[in-house]
């Protein structure tokens, strides 16, 4: 069974950074589609990007240039490392993997505030 779990979450200000990270077990997950989602209050989840290898990433445009992904097969891990945040970055971020089955974490909160 796939289980995925998020951390790195928190309270930050605006400009500031976080690097949220998703540790994945039960099964390998080199060749799969992982990524992160999120949803703010009151709004449907969106994609904020996803990777399926190291040289294939996939951001939303509200992230481009501000937000990175990567993974580490190693570690069965993702990370989203997430510069110069705004207030509209406010949600909770959910990593998920596609096995052929879609698997979702938990979510951590990320909140953007002064």
């Known amino acids: 069974q796939v289980q995925l779990v998020e951390s790195g979450g928190g309270l930050v200000q605006p400009g500031g950074s976080l690097r949220l990270s998703c540790a994945a077990s039960?099964?390998?997950?080199?060749?799969?589609?992982m990524g992160w989602y999120r949803q703010a209050p009151g709004l449907e989840r969106e994609l904020v990007a996803r990777i399926i290898r190291a040289d294939r990433k996939i951001y939303a445009d509200s992230v481009k240039g501000r937000f990175t992904i990567s993974r580490d097969g190693v570690k069965n891990s993702i990370y989203l490392q997430m510069n110069s945040l705004k207030p509209e970055d406010t949600a909770v971020y959910y990593c998920f993997a596609d096995t052929g089955v879609t698997s979702w974490g938990n979510g951590t909160l990320v909140t953007i505030s002064s």
């Open positions: 039960g099964g390998s997950f080199g060749s799969y589609v």
